[in-house]
């Protein structure tokens, strides 16, 4: 005990809400607001929040709320019918962690009846190679893999990627940024989903930075209104929000007047005097010094402090617009600079679910049995709303559990873990989605199943598309990129890849398969 949770463990613990005074429709024009031009989330799958959202001030009572309190509203004021939006806590202040606290002790009066691991990451997700059927999960405890059974389902709610440097290194807008999400959020469960062909969708998108008070970039200018107040990371642009750009490295620049009139940042000292003891904040006499110490322009820097001090005498900032009230002058030394970056709360890409939370595969349709909640996939991955992610945790969690504990039809009580056939052929749905005059072909290689769609014309091949395989990397991977465009070229002829011939015979069965039809 004591990692679980995630960054809903974390949280500011506040959960949206559809007010009792507005319909649905109202709460989906702010909702399609946010979700701009882009097909994904699908409206139904909006609407499954909006029901699901109105129904949680009832779900924090039943877990042992007393009196939720109202107190936010919401993320984006100026969207249309944004006050359709509230959001609730279970007292106020809130924080502290007091919603997972109530999740944390229901889970605990049902301990009779469910089984509770921690410290047991998820490796792998146990699939039908033939049907696609997500049949369990592979566990580690203790470093044993333990294979799970799940017989009707299996819910993915790992959170993001905000704490694995290569997934964000790879994936994120912002290249370097501090995360300020949970460090458990690993992308474990995009990883699993990935692997059992996932439809994976946003992963650049992300929310965040959370920006201080930031002035110059590396030339020593300006480059937005420190005044201005951002939502979770964005600022108005014509009509949107996008993410503030900035540049890197930057520098929030200021005097000893500046210094000595408040905390700098609320969480620091008074005076700022342990964060200059530690060397966090860089002290110097000139303007000039301090340009040299931090890298920047020291010309630059110069002409942006006495084009910004002209400001204050006018009362008007041409530059940025910041307000007069909040134009003072930078002119009693010392002077003094922090470098400041970007920072993350949490990611939003990966899995895409429906309005039922079950989990889309890219291949077209849904991946048996398996769904996804929270953050995890969100449906706020465009824009992101405060208390979005714990909201839609609450939402799309009871929905995926109503619907993982269903019994299955398509899937007999004995387990393909057993070496039985756990799929019932006469109930299969098409697997894969095909094109206009493609052919399925299906072969097997060392991962499993190899299934392509083949395009004829006239007795040639026009076309090949690789629909599934979990070929090693390098190795079993390496037909699989070479020998569509070979059999293309030469009409079905192919040679075996050295050192991967299993793989090149799935390939060939497959597309012997496929032309037989």
Not at 3 to 24: C, K, L, M, W
Not at 416 to 437: H, I, N, W
Request: proline share 5%; aromatic share 6%; net charge neutral.
């Amino acid at each position: 005990m004591g990692s679980e949770g995630g960054n809903s463990r974390y949280a500011a613990q506040h959960v949206i809400f559809v007010r009792p005074s507005h319909t649905d429709a109202d709460a989906m024009k702010y909702l399609k607001a946010l979700r701009g031009n882009n097909t994904n989330p699908t409206d139904a799958t909006l609407e499954a929040f909006v029901k699901g959202a109105r129904e949680n001030i009832n779900y924090m009572k039943f877990l042992g709320a007393k009196d939720p309190k109202v107190e936010i509203r919401a993320e984006y004021p100026d969207a249309p019918d944004a006050d359709s939006i509230g959001s609730a806590m279970v007292h106020s202040p809130g924080g502290g962690g007091t919603l997972y606290a109530l999740i944390q002790e229901n889970v605990n009066k049902r301990k009779g009846n469910i089984d509770v691991w921690c410290n047991a990451p998820g490796k792998k997700l146990i699939q039908d190679p033939q049907t696609g059927i997500i049949h369990g999960v592979i566990i580690e405890v203790n470093g044993t893999p333990k294979y799970v059974r799940a017989k009707n389902g299996v819910i993915l709610a790992t959170g993001g990627y905000e704490d694995s440097p290569d997934m964000f290194r790879n994936f994120a807008i912002m290249q370097h940024a501090y995360s300020k999400g949970a460090c458990f959020n690993t992308s474990d469960g995009i990883v699993m989903a990935d692997d059992v062909q996932a439809n994976i969708v946003n992963m650049g998108n992300n929310n965040g930075p959370d920006h201080n008070v930031i002035m110059v970039g590396q030339e020593g200018k300006r480059f937005w209104n420190e005044a201005q107040k951002t939502r979770h990371g964005r600022v108005p642009f014509h009509g949107d929000y996008i993410h503030l750009m900035m540049p890197d490295p930057a520098y929030m620049v200021f005097d000893e007047n500046a210094r000595l009139a408040s905390k700098v940042y609320g969480s620091w000292s008074e005076g700022s005097e342990k964060e200059i003891a530690a060397g966090l904040v860089k002290k110097t006499n000139t303007l000039e010094e301090l340009a040299i110490i931090i890298g920047v322009d020291a010309k630059g820097l110069a002409d942006q402090v006495a084009r910004h001090n002209k400001f204050c005498e006018t009362g008007v900032d041409p530059q940025f617009n910041r307000p007069k009230e909040l134009l003072l002058p930078l002119g009693k030394a010392p002077y003094y600079a922090v470098q400041v970056q970007p920072t993350f709360t949490n990611t939003l890409g990966a899995p895409e679910r429906n309005q039922n939370a079950e989990i889309m595969s890219r291949n077209g349709g849904t991946i048996p049995h398996l769904y996804g909640a929270g953050e995890l996939g969100s449906i706020w991955s465009h824009k992101y709303s405060g208390s979005g992610n714990i909201s839609e945790s609450l939402v799309f969690g009871r929905v995926a559990g109503a619907n993982a504990t269903v019994v299955k039809s398509d899937v007999s009580q004995e387990s393909v873990l057993g070496g039985k056939p756990g799929f019932r052929p006469d109930e299969t749905a098409p697997l894969y989605r095909l094109q206009p005059s493609e052919k399925l072909g299906i072969g097997r290689g060392m991962g499993g199943v190899i299934a392509i769609a083949v395009k004829t014309d006239g007795g040639k091949i026009v076309s090949i598309r690789v629909l599934n395989q979990h070929e090693t990397p390098g190795i079993g991977g390496k037909p699989i990129a070479i020998l569509p465009n070979e059999a293309v070229a030469n009409n079905g002829k192919i040679d075996n890849v050295s050192g991967a011939s299993v793989t090149s015979n799935g390939f060939r069965t497959a597309l012997a398969d496929a032309l037989s039809k």
